[in-house]
Every structure is written in C-alpha cells, then in structure tokens.
C-alpha cells in the first residue's frame, strides 16, 4: 500500500502543471547565471562557471529558496484530501497512519527532488552556449554535479521538506506552513548575520547552519581559484557532521509529524466554541424586524463612514491574523539583530546614530512589508470568495470602488502599522546602546514616509494582479515574478527607473549632508509610479470582479463602457501626471546629465582606452608648481577652478608635444592654454587635448599652463550622483577638478572578460619589477613633487580646508577665503573640502593638530588626536622628522568608507572611525589603527613615492600597515595585535580565491589590495619580530633619507627586500625574507594535543605535539610541498588567545623554538597549570589554517 499511495502522489505531481512551471523557473534561473556574464553565482575571477567550487555553490544556494516548492509540494498533501472533501473516505479504509502519511511525503519529496534536477541540467546546457567566453568553462566534471546533488542539495531539500511537513500536519493549513518557510528563512538570516560577523564562531557555524552553507565555507574558505576549478570540498570533519545531524532533524521531524497525526476531523477547539456561543446569544437577543421599503439614500458623510468602517474591518481581519502576527516578530527579531551587528569594522560596532539604523531598516525590514503586501493583497481581495459569500456582497447596492479602496487602504494600514513597529524598534535599539540623540523627524522623512508610499505601490500593484487573475495563487505567481525581475533586470541593461515600476534610486543618507543624494529623484520617481498606481487601481476598480462572472475577457470589454464618468476623469488626470511627470525626470536624467547604462560605460572606456593608452609611455614634462583659486558653491553644488601649473622638461630629451586631459566627466575643460604652444587636437568627449610647442621643449626648459574648469550638478540623475560635490561635506581631489599632464591606465577596465568582449587584450599589467624605464614614473603616474598655492573660497559658514599652511582666512559676503601655501614639497595629488565643520586641537611639539568633524560626531575626536600623538611621536624616532607643521583629519560624508592621506591632511568618511562605537575596550581599536596608518602615509607616499611597476604598493601601502601596527603594539602590547592579525590573515587567505588575474609574491603585487595590505600587514610584522624593530626602522629610515622628496629613478621594492636580507643574521632568516617576499609561501602549523603534568617540585610539564608543513603556490594556487625549518612562538596560557580581556598577564611562558616538517614534541615547564597551548598562537605566520594553532590543554 505505500508503494502504491507514493506512486500515485508522484503521479499527481507530475501531472501538475505547478511542477513544470517550476522545474522551467529554475532551469531558465540558473541557465542565465551559467550563460550570462552579469549574473554569476561561485564564478568571476580565475574561477569557471561550471567549476566543482561554483555547481556546489548554486546547488546550496538554490536549494535555500527551493524550500518554498519542497513546502508547497509536500505541506500540499496533507491537507488537499480535506479542502477536496476526500478526507472522510480515505478515513474509513483500512490504510495505516504510516503508510498514507509517509507514502504521500515520500512521492510529494521525490517529485520535489526530480524537479531540482532542473538546475544540475541548466548548469551542463549553459556552459554548452556558443556565446559563452571559453575562458570562462572548464571541463565538465560529472562527479561534481553527484556530489552537489546528493550531498548538498538532497539533504536540504529533505530537511525542509520534513520540517514543512510536520509544520503541515500540526497546523492542517497551507498558510500555516508558509509562515513557517518565512520564519525559517527570517530565523536563518539573523543566524547567519550573527554567527558570521565573528571569524572565531567559524567553527560553530559549521555544525548548527542547517544548509551546510557555513560548513562548505568553512572548508573552501581559502581555496584557491585552481583548486575551486578542479577539486570539491572534503566530506569529512564539520560538513560531515552537519550533513548527518540536520538529516537527523529531518528524520526527527517525520517522526513528529507521523505521532501528532490523526485521521479523525479535527475538532473546533474550546476557544472557538466559546466564541460561537458568545455570538449566537447576541443573535439571540436581537429583535427580528420586518423591512417593507429599500433604505432612503445617505448623505455623503455616510458613505466616508461606511468606507471608514471597511477599512477598519479589513485592517482588523490582518491584524487579527496569527499568520500576522508571526510575519512581524520574526521580522522584528530579525531586525534588531542587523541593528545590533550594523556597521562592525573588524569586529567593533558603529554607534546606533539614526541616519545608519534608518538605512539598516531599510535593508533589514525590507522583505517583511513586501510579503504582507504582495499576501495580504490577495487575501482581502479573495477572502469573500474563498468564504462562500461573495454573492451576497456583491449583490448590495455599492459600486467596486467601495470594495476595492478599503482593501487597498487597509493594507496601506497594516504596512503603515508594520514600518512603525520597525522604527519603534531602532528608536528602543538607540535608547539602549546609547546612540545620542533620536530623531524622530528623520525617521519620519526618512524611513517611513518613503517606505510607506514604496509598499503602497507594491499593494497596490498586487490588487491589481489580483483583479485580474483566475485565483490568488496565480496572483502571487505574477507577483513574485516581478519581484525577481525587479532584482535581475539591473544587471541585463534594464537599469533606468522611467521602465521598472516602484523603482528608483535609493538615497545616500548622511548626518553631514542629510539625504541630498539621491532624495529628490526618489521622491519625483515615487511621483511618477503613484500616478501609474492611480491608473492601476482605477483600473482594478473597472475590472473588478463581482456575482459569478470571473473570467476576464468579458470584463474587459465592459471596461470602454465604465470609463465614462469619473474613473475616466482619474485615469486621464493621472496619465498626464504620469507623462508630465516621466518626462520631467527624463529631462532631468538623460538631457540635463549624460545617462549611461553598465555596458554603455564599458563600451566607453574600452573606446578611450583603444584610443590613448599607447600615449602612456610618451615622455612628459614634470610639474614643478601649482597655484589654484577654487571658488566653492556648495548650495548649488558648482564649483569653478582657474589654475596655473609651471612644468619643467627633466626627461632628459626635447619634447615636441604636450598631453593635456581631464578624466573625470563630471568636470567641463573651460578653457587651457599653453603659452608657445599650438592646439593640435581636442577630444571633446574624452577631454584630451594635444598641444604642439612652438619650437621643442628642450631639456631643463620650464613652461606653464593656464586653465579654467567648471563642474555641478544640473538636476537629478538616474544613477551616479555627485557624490563628490555636496552642500555640506564637499570632498575632491585634483584628479576631480584639474587636468592631468599625460596618460596613465587609472580607471580603465580590468575584468579580463569584459575586455575580451570589447576586443581589448585580456589582461591590463603593471610593468615588470625589472623594467628599468617604469622607475622614471612614480606610482602616482602624474604626481610630480610641486611648490602649491591654493586658494578656496566657500559658503561662509562653511570651513574651506585645503594642503599647505593656511596663510590667510577671511569672510567677506557671505562667503569665506582661506589661503594655503605649502611649507615642503608635495605632491600633486591633494584634496579640497569644505564643510560646516566643529573643530579639535592639539599639539604635538611644532605640529598643530587638528579634527574637523561634524558637530554631533565627536565621540571619537579625542582618541583621533591621541592616536595622532602618538603616530608622529613614534615616527619621528623611527623614520625621521615629520614634514609639515600641520596634521589635520577632515570628515566627509559617508558616501564612502575610507579614509585617504594628502599631505598634511587625512579626509576621513565619518562611516569608519566617528562613529565607531570604542566604548569596550575588549574590542579592536581600528579608529587609532586607520589613524595610525594614514599619518604613516606621510611618510610611506608623501616623503617617499615608489616607482609605477610591480611591488610598488608595497612601499605605500605596506609600509602604512607596518607603521601602524608598531603603534598599536607600543599602545597595547603585541598580545592584544592577535585578534587583528587574525582579521588581515582570514581576509588574505579568503580573497586569493577571488583573484581575476594572478595572485603575485609581496614583492611583485600589482596594486592588489588583499596582498599588500592584508598579507603585507601579517608578513611585515612577522619580520619585525623575527629581525628585530629597531633594526628594521633603522634600515627603512635609511631607504627613506635615500628617497624623501626625490624624482626618478623612483624606489622600487627591491631596494626594501635588499635591506631586509641586509638584516638577516642567518641562513633561517634569509630563507624567511624570501618566503615572505619572493615566493607565494604557506605555512601548515596544527597544535595536535597538549597534555600537562605536575611535577614533583610543583611546576606543571606540558608536553605539544605540533604538526609543521610549508608549501609554495603559484599564482594559480597550484601548490608544492617545501621543507619546513623555522624558529616559530610556542606558548602556555590561561585563556585563549585573542578572545575576551586577554593580556599579558594570561601568558605563562612564550619561546620561540624549532619547528620543522612533520609531528614533533615539545616540552615547556611553568609554574602555574596552562589551560590554553598554542603554536604560533599571534599568528604571525600565513597559516592555512589558523584555527588549530590553538587548543585547550588536557
């Protein structure tokens, strides 16, 4: 009997057209993240889109979102005999509880499995597409697709289909079951937001996520592209253990579900009769009345009321509804924990400051109000329907409008209701985390005035559907669609808000600036959608569907008819808003401002690069002095330049030609001139323009240049404000507003098959490390050392603040001057602000420094100015005296999250360090960090700049992470630098299996930001340690006096890893040098075991047996085993390292003893019992895996 009960539901399923709508849905899905380069999933980079790494991945991924077919398929069993009226006949057979439940489970699961195969199949037919660039396949691996299948997305799929299962069985209800998927999904989401902000519950995420997501992370998280092409993670260990447990579960779920079931009806429960009761007994004292006349008709006051009264009826119905009531505590819940973990910076939360939780709500609460919207909709439209008494309604004397626009209200309502709730919850969150004042006028302006009329559209948008679908559940289907197509159609070309309805820009919100990027177009987009909202719902209103009439086609005819009267009056008003509107904001987004799609900027750039880059090793003059009059109107976001550069001919040879361009389109070239020379060619569209000199500039001759540039922003853009030019928070730099000397490959595309389809080579590359002739440009390209005077006039009161000494600061009309002139050579790449700024100072010996923040973001200020002191104090001994007599930090809006060093000046976002919550001094101490690190610029790019060629970052950028985190070592002691060590470590190890090109040694990285920041910062402190600090600042002091100030030959990294082998005492400390620097080199440290013993003279021997390995990579990843030799940290403790409080007071004993290849033993002898061993437990060292150096000691 079961075989038949399964074989018959399987039957039924394929019989379904739900099936095969399905089975296509997910076919067309990932066949167009497989054959389409804008939608990828576990593909980019060096890894193939049909490689073992990304099949597991869109099976995993997939399987996720598939729970809604598993529910629908499996929860659908259970209760279709009911709602059939089957139910009483299958009850009187002879069949068991087991075989009926498990025999419809077992054929509903299977046809759910079958239908999944849909994805396996789209995977294998995408990668056969003729269009698809071959050097995005690899060859087909049919184990890969089995093992995605079967020990990925089978279990999830039993998983969930078990746990709807049981859900189903308890609740004899489809919707029950699908508020059970949402929670689940809610409750998933706020599981994984919590366990992966931390790398140390890495491990627990593993067993407890119940997809195996976390776990197959866990197991590739340091694949590297070769071994994402080519192998599939190891089913061992925690994926091993996730796979049987959450199996387990599933299994456990079908037990439930098979005890609670019970073939008998279920009864009406105690509360319901009650309540039954309660109701007939007023029925019961009700006189009966005999009605002899229709009622006379009502004023119009008592039609609003009776409206009112609807409306108040249908909104009482949701909220009434548990469904309800679940959608919004789950969404509550998993709201409150995306505001608790908003903004974390290597583990340390932002404070919880209105403008950042209102855009965390507006992500974090995003699908919540969608759902009640799109479901709700539905329901109020239906529910007369669904309950048998549409007639009777239908048949009172009202028109549609008196039954479509209390639906529609009612949800605008019960939305209204839900985004305040959300709100409500952010304000409690700010209360309790101390986030300084609430606005309630921002939450208003916001979050839920915009997202109220955002979901209005949606709803109304859903009754719309739903008035014209056969039935609610086709109604949904159309929504959901739409909801996808909304997500995908973006990354296909279809990307302006005039076609996509409900869409439109979202606003940048800031404490500095407010909502001005973005706001306006947002409102006027929301405008235009209202009006089309207007048409939709008068139109839902003329079809609407009333008596037994339910099929379209009539309605439709009867449509031309009704439009006499006032639904025409509404649909013609709104049709010219709708028009008017539209054509006000394409003005706006495609006259006043260029309007470019993704693909139009590419097409572009590849243009301009085919065209200019074989002028980048043309020979250029070198600027020498920059003098600039910036005139700032930061309310009308505009700005003027007039500048004067005085240039000089150090290339040795005649030059006949001068490369003028301005890069940045926002910008307009007024006007250049060139005194002695002639326009030979001007680019209009690209700016660039040729001059050719009179007679050849001889070598040692100077000239100067004159120019004007203009730049604002005229109206509102589709996408890419200005987010540069601002009212209040302005931030440039040169490259924004002034031309350029020559051509460089800034900005340029990179993706190797985005410019293989634009017939570019594929691959854009730095200039060898042993091209000799790189070294005659600097990093900067056209960055030359310069004398500048700048002057900035503003909006008073705004504070203009600009590179060099203020030598002068006047207001005079309303508007505000101040004057800089440098004081030492800078370079030719600094920045101009201006805001309305407080201001912060301090003095450390001659230097006056300074914070210029916005008023309520002074949280922070102090520790900036500490951190300040104490970067230039251990500078100064370290790499000599600091340049200037200023150090200034400038905040600027949020826009970005970043902060940048100038000479002198240090633009700092005020996302990264004025709002960082350091109130725990348990957590990492970034804001010093970021501090520390763009004043060790001052010294590392604005005392000495690298040559363009490989390995150049590694004397910027590197050499800024060593500097800092000396300063952090000196301010906290190197046991608390661990956890930030761990940080850089896991962020390197992660990103090289995301490299698009070719990950490359230290010494030669390519301006690849995961290897000379995150590796640079982990190997440079290794050196230090191992060669000494002293020694090391000693050598880098003397790489600098060789360097500070001077033109070409510029430095290059092979001087720095020269200086360090100069440093070497041994042939183990040579062999490290180059490890570090000239070899892609990973360690294999595993602390085994740690077993303790007391001794008779009562210390405690502890005995580690410790596992060495050392392997080299190449830039693929492919590796090779290489003999391990090396003195590596050995520690006792008594609490872990890197967790909590840990200090120095926790070590027992650190030594630094041989370690090699293979298991050893180590013996360490304290005086006090350690509870935690560990084998380089700082890690300093670039360790595979760094979770078991450390384990507890039995």
Known sequence: MFRKIAGFELRYQFGSPVFWVVAALFFLLTFGSVASENIQIGA????????????????????????????????????????????????????????????????????????????????????????????????????????????VALP??????????????????????????????????????????????????????????AAISNATRYFTAAERNAILPPLDGALLANRLIWIGVALAALGFAVGRFRFAERGISKRRLRKQARR????????????????????????????????????????????????????????????????????????????????????????????????????????????????????????????????ALAVTGVLFTTLLAAAVAAILVQLIRGGGEVSLGEYWRWYLLPQT??????????????????????????????????????????EHPLYLYGGGPTPQLSDMNG????????????????????????????????????????????????????????????????????????????????????????????????????????????????????????????????????????????????????????????????????????DAEFQYRLYHFDRPLAPGATGTLQFRTERSQRGFR???????????????????????????????????????????????????????????????????????????????????????????????????????????????????????????RDRQGPVQLEVYYQPNHGFNVDRMLQAMKLSLGYYDKAFGPYQF????????????????????????????????????????????????HELGHQYWAHQLISADQQGGTVLVETMAQYSALMVMKHLYGEDKIRRFLKYELDNYLRSRGSEAIEELPLDRVENQGYIHYRKGAVALYLLQDRLGEERVNAMLRGLLDRHRFKGAPYANSMELVDGFRGLARNAGERQLVDDLFDRITLYDLKLKEAKTRKLPDGRFETVLTIEGGKAYADGRGKETQATLDDQIDVGLFTARPGLGSFDRSDVLVMERRPVRSGVQQLRLVTAKRPAFAGVDPYNKYIDRNSDDNVVQVN
Request: charged residues 15%; hydrophobic residues 50%; glycine residues 6%.
């Open 156 to 213: 999830n799929l039993f998983l969930t289909a078990a746990i709807f299962f049981a859900v189903a069985t308890v609740t004899r209800s489809m919707m029950g079951s699908y508020v059970g998927v949402i929670v689940f999904l809610v409750l998933y989401a706020v599981m994984s937001t919590m366990i992966g902000q931390q790398p140390e519950w890495r491990q627990v995420a593993a067993y407890v996520e119940p997809f195996g997501v």
């Open 718 to 840: 589709a996408t890419g404000e200005d987010t540069r030019l601002v009212a209040n928070g302005s931030f440039l730099n040169n490259f924004d507003f002034a031309p350029q000397l020559g051509m460089n490959r800034a900005g340029l595309l990179t993706d190797r098959v985005t410019r293989r389809r634009y017939g570019l080579p594929s691959e854009l590359r730095m200039a060898k490390l042993e091209d000799v002739s790189a070294r005659q440009r600097n990093y900067l390209a056209n960055a030359d050392w310069v004398n500048s005077d700048i002057t900035v006039t503003t909006d008073a009161p705004q504070v203009p603040i600009a590179p060099g000494r203020r030598v002068s600061d006047t207001t005079q009309g309303g508007r505000r001057t101040a004057h800089f002139v440098s004081t030492a050579p800078i370079l030719a790449f600094f920045s101009v602000q201006s805001a309305d700024y407080a201001v912060r």
């Open 515 to 682: 909502d001005q990027i973005g706001g306006a177009a947002a409102w006027w987009v929301r405008l235009y959608w209202g009006a089309a909202a207007v048409i939709l719902a008068t139109l839902a209103h003329l079809l609407w569907r009333r008596g037994t009439e339910t099929r379209l086609l009539p309605r439709l005819r009867r449509v031309p008819a009704r439009l006499r009267g006032v639904p025409g009056v509404i649909i013609g008003v709104a049709l010219v808003a709708f028009v008017s509107v539209g054509a006000f904001i394409f003005y706006n987004t495609n006259v006043l401002n260029p309007y470019r799609t993704r693909d139009a900027n590419e097409q572009r750039m590849a243009e301009y690069e085919k065209k200019y880059l074989h002028y980048e090793t043309i020979l250029q003059p070198s600027l020498t002095d920059v003098r600039l009059a910036i005139d700032l109107h930061p309310s009308e976001r505009r700005m003027t330049v007039d500048g004067v550069y005085r240039f000089v001919n150090d290339t040795g040879l005649p030059l006949d030609t001068l490369h003028v361009r301005l890069p940045d389109a926002d910008t307009k070239l007024a006007s250049v001139t060139v005194p002695g020379a002639q326009l030979a060619s001007n």
């Open 453 to 494: 009329v955002d979901m209005v559209l949606l709803a109304i948008l859903s009754v719309f559907v739903q008035a014209l679908s056969p039935n609610k559940y086709v109604g949904w289907a159309i929504m959901v669609v739409y909801i996808v197509a909304t997500l995908t159609l973006s990354n296909l070309g279809f």
């Open 885 to 932: 007599t200023y150090a200034r930090i400038i905040e600027f809006p949020g826009y970005d999250s970043f902060a940048q060093a100038f000479a002198g000046t240090v633009p700092y976002s005020e996302k990264i360090g004025f709002i960082a919550d350091t109130r725990d001094p348990d957590e990492i101490d970034y804001v010093t960090y970021v501090t520390a």
């Open 280 to 407: 007939e007994a007023k029925l019961g004292q009700t006189a009966p009345r005999l009605v002899d006349r229709l009622p006379a008709p009502q004023p119009d006051g008592a039609t609003w009321a009776r409206l009112l009264t609807r409306c108040r009826f249908e909104m009482a119905q949701v909220f009434r509804s548990p469904a309800f009531l679940v959608l919004l505590v789950v969404g509550l819940f998993n709201t409150v924990g995306a505001l608790l973990f908003a903004g974390e910076i290597y583990g340390t939360p932002a404070r919880p400051l209105t403008f950042a939780l209102i855009e965390t709500l507006t992500g974090g609460f995003g699908l919540i109000p969608i759902i009640i919207a799109i479901y709700y909709a539905g329901e109020l439209v239906w529910r007369d329907r669904d309950r048998k008494i549409h007639e009777i309604i239908d048949a009172t004397p009202l028109p549609n409008w008196a039954y479509m626009v209390p639906k």
């Open 44 to 151: 980019g980079g060096n890894v193939h889109a049909n490689s073992p790494f990304a099949i597991v991945q869109v099976h995993a991924i997939f399987s996720l979102f598939f729970m809604f077919v598993t529910t629908a398929f499996v929860a659908n069993v259970v209760v279709r005999d009911d709602e059939s009226g089957f139910g009483p006949m299958v009850r009187t057979t002879r069949v068991t509880r087991f075989q009926y439940l498990m025999g419809r489970f077992t054929g509903a699961f299977l046809a759910a499995a079958v239908a999944f195969l849909a994805i396996p199949l789209a995977i294998w037919v995408g990668s056969l597409m003729p269009w698809i660039d071959p050097e995005r396949l690899g060859p087909t691996i049919p184990a890969a697709f089995a093992w995605a299948y079967f020990v």
